[in-house]
């Protein structure tokens, strides 16, 4: 009995750890991409939950930086130059970093994608600030959420949730002129790739 139970204790641990098992995280990453225009936007984030807490104000501290969801700072990344909430941003990867109130919320944009949290934050690196009205959800979300929606071909909206607030950032391309061209050039060699495969 001793063997049989051995054995399979044995074939138990080879089972567990030829799989792709980890510890559960406390607040676990996610990725949302959306595809944009020419090209795509993506947001890389920590998910913690509310567990009974007081969020904005107490855990989350009116007036302070906050590192815009749990663990490593959120990326946000943008694959052509967009309007970020007003402001002209480059493509390339960015922190998306908040100072919260209970009006407003001020999103930044800095370009230290790679630490931890704020605690190396630098005001020096920012790329943009945009303040934006806390709209009040009508139920509470659990989860911090964030959710890329597009509602025009060349616009979408970011919005940002997490226990009873809600903060919505419009998006759009930052030059449609230019982007209409590179548009056209590419049906343009799609055009003729199609007509290259036909003969």
Request: positive net charge; aromatic residues 12%; proline residues 6%.
């Amino acid at each position: 009995m001793k063997k049989i139970f051995l054995a399979l204790s044995f074939c138990f641990t080879t089972l567990a750890f030829s799989q792709d098992y980890s510890v559960p995280a406390l607040s676990p990453r996610h990725k949302v991409e959306q595809q944009f225009s020419i090209s795509k936007v993506s947001v890389d984030y920590g998910r913690p939950a509310v567990k009974g807490r007081e969020i904005f104000g107490k855990l989350v501290p009116y007036n302070e930086v906050w590192r815009t969801g749990a663990n490593s700072a959120t990326k946000i990344s943008f694959g052509q130059e967009v309007n970020f909430g007003g402001k002209n941003i480059p493509a390339g990867t960015y922190a998306l970093f908040i100072i919260p109130n209970a009006q407003q919320w001020k999103l930044i944009l800095n370009k230290d994608f790679q630490q931890w949290g704020a605690f190396g934050y630098n005001d020096k690196l920012n790329v943009a600030e945009v303040e934006l009205p806390v709209q009040k959800l009508s139920s509470p979300m659990e989860w911090f959420t964030i959710e890329l929606n597009p509602t025009k071909d060349e616009q979408m909206e970011m919005t940002i949730e997490w226990e009873n607030s809600k903060v919505v950032v419009p998006i759009k391309v930052a030059k449609p002129e230019i982007t209409n061209r590179i548009i056209e050039k590419l049906k343009e060699a799609k055009k003729i790739e199609m007509e290259s495969n036909k003969k």
